[in-house]
């Protein structure tokens, strides 16, 4: 089935630890984005890629890093987690106009 | 700074009302505007976009853009129980695709 995946679906993380957010795509789309969402803030880009092997910042990147040596992969890293990183994550990828998201992953940092 | 405003509700609409969802953009030249959906514990769906200012209807969903106010709306017509949701407005600010998105707005459908 077409779509994006992301993994894990959830993680409870102690502060300080490093971790990987994973997201594969299957729609060949050139755009990959990775956004957190949290309560009353609304999704919030963190950094995107509009073709492979390349990446920009968004609107809240301090704290992760992603890389994007693919089309369909576009894993999102956090170096030293904090707790104000608790949220969910939602990869997303786009064709240009619509933009298609993966099923999220919920993530606390303790 | 680029925003986009939503009342976060939650929208209480009786069963078979119309719904109307409103979203005010900053951005004066912005040119593509969307309206995604998303239930509790989902992720977001794509309803509608529009880039011409005026009416898009796609079954009981009507999109309308006023580019001179910078408003855009969703109208729910026949509303049913299965639409209750948050509803995300998104705007396209710039020639990269990236969109800046609302907060939501929650809609409930009483039946």
């Known amino acids: 089935i077409a779509g994006i995946t992301q993994a894990p679906t959830s993680q409870i993380l102690a502060a300080g630890r490093r971790m990987t957010l994973r997201c594969t795509q299957d729609?060949?789309?050139?755009?990959m984005y990775w956004y957190r969402q949290d309560l009353g803030l609304g999704l919030r880009l963190i950094h995107y890629s509009n073709t492979a092997g390349t990446t920009g910042k968004g609107e809240v990147p301090d704290g992760y890093s992603v890389s994007r040596a693919n089309t369909d992969d576009f894993p999102l890293t956090l170096a030293s987690a904090v707790p104000s990183q608790t949220s969910v994550y939602f990869c997303?990828?786009?064709?240009?106009?619509?933009?298609?998201f993966g099923p999220g992953t919920r993530l606390t940092v303790l | 700074q680029k925003e986009v405003e939503q009342n976060s509700g939650p929208l209480s609409v009786p069963e078979g009302a119309i719904a109307s969802l409103n979203c005010t953009y900053s951005d004066r030249g912005s040119q593509s505007f969307f309206w995604y959906r998303q239930y509790s514990g989902k992720s977001p769906e794509l309803i509608m976009f529009i880039y011409s200012n005026g009416d898009k209807e796609d079954g009981r969903f009507t999109a309308q853009l006023n580019k001179a106010s910078q408003y855009v709306s969703l109208l729910i017509r026949d509303s049913q129980p299965s639409d209750s949701a948050t509803y995300l407005c998104?705007?396209?600010?710039?020639?990269?695709?990236?969109?800046?998105w609302g907060a939501g707005t929650k809609l409930i459908i009483k039946p």
């Open positions: 997303a990828s786009s064709d240009g106009n619509e933009q298609f």
């Open positions: 998104a705007v396209n600010m710039d020639s990269n695709y990236q969109l800046i």
């Open positions: 729609m060949r789309h050139n755009a």
